[in-house]
């Protein structure tokens, strides 16, 4: 994503790359790259991330002296990094999000209304397909999904008192039978499928 920011400000006059940031900076670029980006030594109107959730003290850090915007967009931030971030923009401007794509966004919408609808006599199962190279998993975009439909799912019922709905990734350690509450979260990795998300609701007599 790094390189395509990159050619799309290259042929868009009104954007302009002023450094960058990368541990093995050794490819030739026509502007700065530092290998720790804390270390960016020019000025800047935006700060657009699209690196590694090892990366986020140093982006942060230079965030945070720079007093600019924030796009911060890796995916694999753990619940530690995701609450540091959310404190961090109580002070400071931040956009987060694990995926940009205008058509996931709709999804997470539509995800959000059919779970409210529907209720929890649909079960929720999210299947993710990826390239054999992919470093995480579930993806970022699976996991937003899959918290969309929790959202959704636990502000349509008062769960005060009893159990509010949690993600299942792996069936295979237990025997039992799945309860109305789980989210079923499942990783496809080979070849080199681009990416493809699904969310299956199974009710009774129903497929959606």
């Not at 890796?74 to 971030?85: A, H, P, R, Y």
């Not at 940009?100 to 919408?109: R, V, W």
Request: glycine share 6%; aromatic share 6%; proline share 5%.
């Amino acid at each position: 994503m790094g390189s395509v920011i990159d050619r799309l400000a290259a042929s868009d006059t009104g954007f302009v790359v002023v450094g960058g940031a990368d541990p093995n900076p050794a490819t030739e670029k026509t502007y700065p790259v530092w290998s720790d980006t804390s270390d960016c030594a020019v000025e800047y109107d935006v700060l657009i991330d699209y690196s590694h959730p090892s990366a986020l003290p140093s982006l942060l850090r230079l965030a945070e002296r720079s007093a600019k915007p924030s796009v911060i967009c890796t995916t694999g931030l753990s619940e530690d990094q995701l609450s540091q971030l959310r404190t961090f923009s109580q002070s400071h401007a931040v956009f987060q999000s694990a995926n940009m794509s205008l058509g996931i966004n709709l999804l997470l919408d539509l995800v959000q209304k059919a779970a409210a609808t529907l209720g929890p006599e649909y079960n929720i199962e999210v299947v993710e397909t990826h390239h054999n190279q992919k470093l995480d998993a579930p993806s970022g975009t699976a996991l937003m999904i899959a918290q969309a439909a929790k959202e959704a799912r636990d502000g349509r019922e008062d769960t005060t008192d009893g159990p509010a709905s949690h993600f299942v990734f792996d069936r295979h350690t237990r025997r039992a039978v799945r309860d109305d509450r789980e989210i079923g979260i499942h990783s496809i990795r080979g070849g080199n499928v681009e990416r493809e998300h699904e969310v299956l609701f199974a009710g009774p007599d129903e497929v959606v």
